[in-house]
């Protein structure tokens, strides 16, 4: 009886310190805790303060865009591509302002249109739930004449068919987005692959182009139809009036800053010979 004893208290002797351990496991939980709200109110503060808009993409640089929408005279030289002035409109399709900007562009693309390029990005709220995916300040006609500019865009053979079809239907401004006809016979007068078209404007690809053409918008920070970018830097507003146009706004000065923008090895227009650099569009400018 008295081995059986001393054994139980070796063995009791050789057990942990059970208050000991418990001791050092609640510390162990208090600590974890703290650390677990530390981490919380870290991720909170980030999201507070992290610069809007929220997203899962980087935000995109003025220059640094993504180039889905742009047009390109060039399709088989890629350095030709990259050469060329990027000309960015944020307007929207049902804006009187972007009708006013897009005319005196025209003038500019038959001269020029062989060292720019063309993005358009549309100002519209992304929202999941709406008929186009974002919300168009002048409604669903909008979003609607905002994704066949896009596609026509995306699926014309060159820079000059395009504009011809943007200025078929600037004039008729009243039926844009409302008259799928005008649309289609838009496309054909301006020479656009009419079946590629369609597609495009009726199925996904056309939604897809105008969430990114939104997003663009937004990464930009700019909210007001008609704004101008040249290679990244505000170049003009039209908003009931231009103004924020440190080169003015006729055509000939569109002109004469993107020949002084181009630093491609192609040759410059002849055009480009009648106009000098001013201190906008030289050196420190474009």
Known sequence: MDEYVHLLE????AQPNKARYAGRGTRRLVATVAVAVVLVFALVAMAIFRPWPLSTRPALRHGDRGTENRVDDFKSDPAAKSEKVLVELFVMSRCPDAVQVEDVLSSVITSVHSIMDVQLNFIAALNPNATFGADCKHGDAECRGNIDELCALRHRPDLPSFWRFLLCLNSH???IGRDGDLSLKCASGAGLDTAAFLACSMQNEGRSLFKQSAENAQFARVSTSAT??????LRCVEDGGWYDC???HAPGDFIRDIC???KGSTPRPSICAQYKPTTVSGDDGY
Request: avoid cysteine; charge should be neutral.
């Open 10 to 13: 070796q063995s009791r002797a």
């Open 173 to 175: 401004f009243e039926d």
């Open 228 to 233: 101008v970018f040249i290679n990244g830097k």
């Open 246 to 248: 440190p080169g003015g």
């Open 260 to 262: 002084a923008a181009y």
